[in-house]
C-alpha cells in the first residue's frame, strides 16, 4: 500500500469531470465540509489526523468473519463452491457451461424459479463463480476422458463452518482482486491502446502510467479514510467525498485556491466507481455521486453564486464510510507494507510497567484508549498501587510516565484513594496525589512541604514538555499559570535548586515563552545556573 502524502501544488490530479458537472470546482469548498461539521469532520481535525497511522479498535475476528460471511459476493461464492459438489463441468478456461449458467443465477436468488434467467443476473453469478475460483473455493481439473470440471477446494468446509482464519483469509485476497480490478477500471480509457494496432511502447507505458497513478490515489484514499475513521467518534464515521478529495489534494498549509477546487473535483469523480466496486466486497459503505449532477444545466444562472449546501444536498457529491472490515484488511495491506499499524490495547496487555513505558515512548498512540483498557475490571486499589510503583523514577520518561498514571488514577476514581494515601510523603509521587485527592474533593488532604511543591511544578511542566514535544501554542498556556510571585527573583532562585532533571529545561522554556519581560528574563538566568550547577 502506498504510503499517504499530500499532493503538491503542482501534482496533476487523475481524471476528468464530465462537461457541464456541478460539482465542488463550482461551489465554494466551505460549503462541502460545513454541511457536515456538526459530524465533527471539519478540516483542522481530520489534517491533525493524518500526521501517523493510529490505532484503530477491531471487532474480534470471529465477529469479522462473520461480517465477512455476509458479504454477498463472499457468500456467493460459497454457495456456489458447494453446488459444484461432486464435480461440474467447466469450459477449457474454468467457466460454467452455457446450461448451468442460468441455474446458477436461480441458486444464489437473482432469477426467478421458472422462466428465462436475465442476462444481468447471469453475468452477476458468473461473477460469483470467478471469484470462487480465484480464491480456490473450486478447483479446476481434466478427467482421463479430457472433459473440464470444477471440484469443491480443500478449504470450503472450513470457511462454510465459518472458520475466522480461513474466512477472513479468502475475503482479505477478495478485497485485494477487486481492490486491483478497481484500479484497471479507472485507466480503462487508455486500455484500448493495448488493443489496437497503433499501439506504440509510449501508447503502453501511458496505459502502464495511468495505472499506477489510479493505484496510488486510491491507496491515499484508504489511507485517509483509515485514519479518519480511528479519529472519529462512534456514528460520525462517515466522511463526504469531496473532503477525501480535498485532504488528498490540498498542500499542508494551503487554503484551496479556484484550481485546487477543480483538482479536487477530478479526483471525486477517479475515486468515486473505484469506491463503488469495493463497497461491492464490504470495504466500505458508499454513497456514489449523484450521476443526475452530470446533466444538470446552469442555464440563466451560470453566472449566479451557487447555494448554500445543505447535508442533503452535499451528500449528493458521495458520502463514503469505512467498514470494520474494511479497517481490518486495510491495517493487513499497512502491515504487510511494513507500516505500523498497531490496535488500540496493544500495549496494555502487560503490567503497569509496561503500560506506561510503551505509551511514553510510542509514536502513534492514543494514551487514554490505552488507559482505559488496562484499568477495564481491574481492582481499583490493587491498580493504583501498581500504576504508582511504575511511575517512579529519574530517567528521561518518568514525568510522562507520572502524567500518565494520574489520568489512570482519575479513570480508577475515588475508589483508588486508599493507595494514593500511601504515598503523600513519596518525594516523586506526593505532589502529585494530592493535587488529585482534592480534585476528587478529598478535604483532609494536608499540603505539600515546600520542597514537594517546586518538585512537582518542575515535574508537571516536564511532563508537559515530553507530552507536547515542546509546541509553543500548547505551552504558553500553562508558563502563565505558573505561581510566579511578585518577586520572581526569589521564586526562580528556589526553582532553579530543585533536584530533577528537567529543571534547566523547565527553566529555559520558562523564558522564552513568559510574557511577562521580567519574569522571562529570571526564568533564562535560574536556568544558566542550574545549567551550570550540572
Request: charged share 30%; with cysteine.
Given at each position: 500500500?502506498?504510503?499517504?502524502?499530500?499532493?503538491?501544488a503542482d501534482t496533476?490530479?487523475?481524471?476528468a469531470?464530465g462537461?457541464?458537472?456541478?460539482?465542488?470546482?463550482?461551489?465554494?469548498?466551505?460549503?462541502?465540509?460545513?454541511?457536515?461539521?456538526?459530524?465533527g469532520l471539519?478540516?483542522?481535525?481530520?489534517?491533525?489526523?493524518?500526521v501517523l497511522?493510529?490505532p484503530v479498535?477491531l471487532?474480534?475476528?470471529?465477529?469479522l468473519a462473520e461480517?465477512?460471511?455476509?458479504?454477498?459476493?463472499?457468500?456467493?461464492?460459497?454457495?456456489?463452491?458447494r453446488?459444484?459438489?461432486?464435480h461440474?463441468?467447466?469450459?477449457e478456461?474454468?467457466?460454467?457451461?452455457?446450461?448451468?449458467r442460468?441455474?446458477?443465477?436461480?441458486?444464489?436468488g437473482?432469477?426467478?424459479?421458472?422462466?428465462?434467467?436475465?442476462?444481468e443476473?447471469v453475468v452477476?453469478a458468473?461473477?460469483?463463480?470467478?471469484?470462487?475460483c480465484?480464491?480456490?473455493?473450486?478447483?479446476?481439473?481434466?478427467?482421463?476422458a479430457?472433459?473440464?470440471?470444477?471440484?469443491?477446494?480443500?478449504?470450503l468446509?472450513?470457511?462454510?463452518?465459518?472458520d475466522?482464519e480461513t474466512?477472513l483469509?479468502l475475503?482479505?485476497?477478495?478485497?485485494?482482486?477487486?481492490?486491483?480490478?478497481?484500479v484497471e477500471a479507472?485507466s480503462?480509457?487508455?486500455?484500448?491502446?493495448?488493443?489496437?494496432?497503433?499501439a506504440?511502447?509510449?501508447?503502453?507505458?501511458?496505459?502502464?502510467?495511468?495505472?499506477?497513478?489510479?493505484a496510488?490515489?486510491?491507496d491515499?484514499?484508504l489511507?485517509?479514510?483509515?485514519?479518519?475513521?480511528?479519529?472519529?467518534?462512534?456514528?460520525?464515521?462517515?466522511?463526504?467525498?469531496?473532503?477525501?478529495?480535498?485532504?488528498?489534494?490540498?498542500?499542508?498549509?494551503?487554503?484551496?485556491?479556484?484550481?485546487?477546487?477543480?483538482?479536487i473535483?477530478?479526483?471525486?469523480?477517479?475515486l468515486?466507481?473505484?469506491?463503488?466496486?469495493?463497497a461491492?466486497?464490504?470495504?466500505?459503505?458508499y454513497?456514489?455521486?449523484?450521476?443526475e449532477?452530470?446533466?444538470?444545466?446552469?442555464?440563466?444562472?451560470?453566472?449566479?453564486e451557487?447555494?448554500?449546501?445543505?447535508?442533503?444536498?452535499?451528500?449528493?457529491?458521495g458520502?463514503v464510510r469505512?467498514?470494520p472490515?474494511?479497517?481490518?484488511?486495510?491495517?493487513q495491506?499497512l502491515?504487510?507494507?511494513?507500516?505500523d499499524?498497531?490496535?488500540?490495547?496493544?500495549?496494555?496487555?502487560g503490567?503497569?510497567?509496561?503500560?506506561?513505558?510503551?505509551?511514553?515512548?510510542a509514536t502513534?498512540?492514543?494514551?487514554e484508549?490505552?488507559l482505559?483498557?488496562?484499568?477495564?475490571?481491574?481492582?481499583?486499589v490493587?491498580?493504583a498501587?501498581?500504576?504508582?510503583?511504575?511511575?517512579?523514577?529519574?530517567d528521561?520518561?518518568?514525568?510522562?510516565?507520572?502524567?500518565?498514571?494520574?489520568?489512570?488514577?482519575?479513570?480508577?476514581g475515588?475508589?483508588?484513594?486508599?493507595?494514593?494515601?500511601?504515598v503523600?510523603?513519596?518525594?516523586?509521587?506526593?505532589?502529585?496525589?494530592?493535587?488529585?485527592?482534592?480534585s476528587?474533593?478529598?478535604?483532609?488532604?494536608?499540603?505539600?512541604?515546600?520542597?514537594?511543591?517546586?518538585?512537582?511544578?518542575?515535574?508537571?511542566?516536564?511532563?508537559?514538555?515530553?507530552?507536547?514535544?515542546?509546541?509553543p501554542?500548547?505551552?504558553?498556556?500553562?508558563?502563565?499559570e505558573?505561581?510566579?510571585?511578585?518577586?520572581?527573583?526569589?521564586?526562580?532562585?528556589?526553582?532553579w535548586r530543585?533536584?530533577?532533571?528537567?529543571?534547566?529545561?523547565?527553566?529555559?522554556?520558562?523564558?522564552?515563552?513568559?510574557?511577562?519581560?521580567?519574569?522571562?528574563?529570571?526564568?533564562?538566568?535560574?536556568?544558566f545556573?542550574?545549567?551550570?550547577?550540572?
Amino acid at each position: 500500500m502506498a504510503a499517504r502524502r499530500r499532493r503538491n501544488a503542482d501534482t496533476p490530479a487523475a481524471g476528468a469531470p464530465g462537461e457541464g458537472a456541478v460539482l465542488p470546482a463550482d461551489l465554494e469548498l466551505q460549503d462541502l465540509y460545513g454541511a457536515f461539521a456538526a459530524h465533527g469532520l471539519d478540516d483542522d481535525d481530520l489534517d491533525d489526523a493524518a500526521v501517523l497511522v493510529p490505532p484503530v479498535t477491531l471487532p474480534s475476528e470471529a465477529e469479522l468473519a462473520e461480517q465477512a460471511k455476509a458479504v454477498p459476493m463472499i457468500g456467493w461464492a460459497l454457495k456456489l463452491a458447494r453446488w459444484a459438489a461432486p464435480h461440474r463441468a467447466v469450459d477449457e478456461l474454468g467457466d460454467l457451461t452455457g446450461p448451468d449458467r442460468a441455474p446458477a443465477a436461480r441458486l444464489l436468488g437473482l432469477a426467478p424459479e421458472q422462466g428465462d434467467a436475465p442476462q444481468e443476473a447471469v453475468v452477476e453469478a458468473m461473477r460469483a463463480w470467478s471469484l470462487a475460483c480465484d480464491l480456490d473455493l473450486v478447483e479446476i481439473g481434466t478427467t482421463a476422458a479430457g472433459e473440464h470440471v470444477a471440484v469443491p477446494g480443500p478449504d470450503l468446509e472450513q470457511a462454510e463452518a465459518g472458520d475466522p482464519e480461513t474466512v477472513l483469509e479468502l475475503w482479505l485476497t477478495a478485497a485485494g482482486i477487486v481492490r486491483e480490478l478497481a484500479v484497471e477500471a479507472d485507466s480503462q480509457e487508455l486500455e484500448s491502446a493495448e488493443d489496437t494496432a497503433e499501439a506504440d511502447e509510449d501508447g503502453l507505458n501511458e496505459v502502464e502510467d495511468a495505472r499506477d497513478e489510479a493505484a496510488e490515489l486510491l491507496d491515499e484514499a484508504l489511507q485517509v479514510l483509515y485514519e479518519t475513521t480511528a479519529f472519529a467518534e462512534p456514528g460520525n464515521e462517515t466522511v463526504p467525498l469531496g473532503v477525501l478529495a480535498a485532504l488528498l489534494v490540498v498542500p499542508e498549509g494551503e487554503e484551496p485556491s479556484d484550481e485546487l477546487l477543480g483538482d479536487i473535483t477530478d479526483v471525486m469523480v477517479a475515486l468515486d466507481p473505484m469506491l463503488a466496486d469495493l463497497a461491492e466486497l464490504g470495504v466500505l459503505e458508499y454513497r456514489p455521486i449523484d450521476p443526475e449532477l452530470f446533466d444538470e444545466e446552469e442555464g440563466e444562472d451560470e453566472q449566479a453564486e451557487p447555494a448554500e449546501l445543505d447535508e442533503a444536498e452535499s451528500a449528493r457529491f458521495g458520502l463514503v464510510r469505512l467498514t470494520p472490515l474494511g479497517q481490518y484488511g486495510i491495517r493487513q495491506w499497512l502491515l504487510e507494507d511494513g507500516y505500523d499499524a498497531p490496535l488500540v490495547g496493544d500495549l496494555a496487555r502487560g503490567d503497569a510497567a509496561e503500560l506506561l513505558r510503551g505509551i511514553s515512548e510510542a509514536t502513534n498512540v492514543l494514551p487514554e484508549e490505552e488507559l482505559k483498557v488496562w484499568v477495564a475490571g481491574r481492582e481499583p486499589v490493587a491498580a493504583a498501587r501498581e500504576l504508582l510503583a511504575a511511575a517512579r523514577g529519574t530517567d528521561a520518561y518518568a514525568p510522562m510516565r507520572r502524567l500518565l498514571c494520574h489520568s489512570a488514577l482519575s479513570l480508577l476514581g475515588a475508589p483508588a484513594e486508599p493507595a494514593a494515601r500511601e504515598v503523600l510523603d513519596d518525594p516523586e509521587l506526593g505532589g502529585g496525589v494530592r493535587a488529585w485527592l482534592v480534585s476528587l474533593g478529598v478535604a483532609d488532604v494536608p499540603a505539600p512541604d515546600r520542597a514537594m511543591a517546586l518538585w512537582t511544578v518542575v515535574d508537571a511542566f516536564a511532563a508537559q514538555l515530553l507530552d507536547t514535544g515542546g509546541d509553543p501554542d500548547q505551552l504558553r498556556e500553562l508558563v502563565t499559570e505558573l505561581p510566579v510571585t511578585d518577586e520572581p527573583v526569589g521564586y526562580f532562585g528556589e526553582l532553579w535548586r530543585v533536584e530533577h532533571p528537567y529543571t534547566a529545561d523547565v527553566l529555559e522554556a520558562v523564558g522564552e515563552l513568559h510574557p511577562d519581560r521580567a519574569v522571562a528574563k529570571e526564568a533564562r538566568k535560574a536556568a544558566f545556573k542550574a545549567r551550570s550547577r550540572g
